[in-house]
């Protein structure tokens, strides 16, 4: 059997590490894109949008379309930044060793 102590400590040390992650998430920068790279956005982990990129010719098309595609180019950003978040995130609880069934309120 598992001492509690030390999956206290260890739960301390995996709490620690999320802040450290969450932290360096928050700063990355991912970028989203549409209509086969028409338009890129960079957006960091705070789902700020930090830059948008037209192609020049854009600048003939219809505004919908334009519209269209910089949303499309800002939720292939948000689904990236989510991405990250996911999997930098996922690891984390794999390192303790938890007794079976032994599940963190979250």
Do not use: Y
């Amino acid at each position: 059997m598992t001492d509690f102590n030390e999956i206290l400590k260890q739960a301390k040390q995996m709490q620690e590490q999320m802040k450290k992650a969450q932290g360096e998430l928050l700063n990355q920068m991912v970028e989203g894109e549409a209509g086969a790279g028409l338009v890129k956005i960079v957006m960091n982990g705070r789902h700020d949008v930090k830059s948008v990129q037209l192609a020049e010719s854009l600048i003939t098309e219809d505004l919908h379309v334009m519209e269209d595609l910089i949303a499309a180019a800002i939720n292939d950003a948000v689904r990236k930044v989510e991405e990250n978040n996911r999997t930098a995130l996922s690891g984390m609880a794999s390192g303790l060793n938890l007794p079976d069934g032994f599940k963190f309120p979250f």
